[in-house]
């Protein structure tokens, strides 16, 4: 999807072509100076380049991760990397297939830095090796609640696929197992759902 264009026939969102005279900065993009930003940004980024926005979240991101194991193409996965850009999080991690489902995130994870890995021993070294601890959400036997979790600052918070949840060898390498506390029948919620109330409650920690 390129953010420059969209559907003419769509609801219009964002702002038009900025008024003349145009203001000046290395920030800024022409196209979007004439044409106009409809992309889903904050007002403080309209008209900005892609790789500007980029640097200045560079500055401010937290210290969390959040990884996300990709054997179903779950669709969940791009609600789940949107929300990873509303908490501007270090980095988004992908286990398994290279392709997932970027529907959700509408393109969103332009603005992250979004690493592969082929499964989860590769994810496990890599955090291993810059002192982040991989924190499991399921609910499994072993999990503690979440609400009553402190979380590691340097965290990566780990999430399974819609419905098998996280694999055996995710769960052995994970330092620890956080579930959302549930009141009704059913066994789990949507993955999306429980990504977003995981990282609000680190947030709420650290942030």
């Known amino acids: ?20 005279p145009w ?3 290395d920030h800024l993009d022409e196209d979007l100076l004439r044409d106009g930003d409809r992309r889903n940004v904050l007002d403080r980024y309209r008209y900005w380049k892609l790789e500007a926005i980029v640097a200045h979240l560079d500055q ?6 959040v990884a996300i194991q990709n054997w179903e193409h779950d669709f969940n996965i791009g609600s789940m990397v949107r929300t990873a ?46 002192g982040v601890a991989a924190v499991g959400v399921d609910n499994l036997p072993g999990s ?17 696929s819609e419905g098998p949840g996280l694999t055996d060898a995710m769960v052995e390498g994970c330092e620890r197992l956080v579930a959302i506390t549930q009141y009704g029948s059913t066994r789990s919620m949507n993955a999306g759902a ?8 680190w947030s709420l920690q650290h942030r």
């Open 23 to 25: 203001p000046s900065g």
């Open 60 to 65: 401010h991101r937290s210290t969390l991760h």
């Open 144 to 160: 503690v609640p979440l609400e009553s979790a402190a979380l590691p600052e340097q965290c990566c918070l780990v999430f399974g």
């Open 85 to 130: 850009n509303a908490f501007n999080v270090a980095g988004v991690h992908i286990v398994g297939r290279r392709r997932w489902n970027r529907r959700g995130a509408m393109v969103t994870d332009r603005y992250l830095h979004v690493h592969h890995h082929d499964d989860e021993a590769a994810l496990l070294a890599w955090l291993g090796e810059r």
């Open 1 to 20: 999807m390129d953010e420059h264009h969209t559907d003419p026939t769509a609801p219009q969102v964002g702002v038009g072509p900025h008024p003349e």
């Open 194 to 201: 429980a990504a977003a109330i995981a990282m609000y409650h």
